[in-house]
């Protein structure tokens, strides 16, 4: 399974940008989360969608700005990023784990992942 992430770019502080994750094959059965990494930091999960659709998950610094969805006929997860913060810098990732249901997507160890889409945010 290979997955890359695309939609980065450069906005200004307050903007939006919607990052998408696409699958080389069907994802149907998978969990999917986005993650994020800054130079000199850990990965930080970002937030997670299980393989139906209807749970997400998101880390305490994006809640209520982000939103993930997922599209399986188009094998492809969404990450609506709104009010974005200059503390949102960073290489997003996407990465797959199969068949978990567990509600701890943002911490589980994942199967396969992508290169990363950069998101600069200027202040």
């Known amino acids: 399974l290979q997955l890359q992430a695309s939609g980065g770019g450069l906005v200004q502080a307050g903007g939006s940008l919607t990052l998408s994750c696409t699958a080389s094959?069907?994802?149907?059965?998978?969990?999917i989360g986005w993650f994020r990494r800054t130079p000199g930091n850990e990965r930080e999960g970002v937030s997670c969608?299980?393989?139906?659709?209807?749970?997400?998950v998101y880390s305490n610094a994006v809640k209520g700005r982000f939103t993930i969805s997922r599209d399986n006929t188009k094998r492809t997860v969404y990450l609506q990023m709104h009010s974005l913060k200059p503390e949102d810098t960073a290489d997003y990732y996407c990465?797959?784990?199969?068949?978990?249901?567990?509600?701890?997507?943002?911490?589980?160890?994942?199967?396969?992942w992508g290169p990363g889409t950069l998101v600069t945010v200027s202040s």
């Open positions: 990465a797959a784990i199969r068949d978990y249901s567990g509600g701890y997507c943002l911490t589980v160890t994942y199967d396969y």
């Open positions: 094959r069907s994802t149907y059965n998978y969990a």
């Open positions: 969608i299980l393989s139906g659709g209807d749970i997400t």
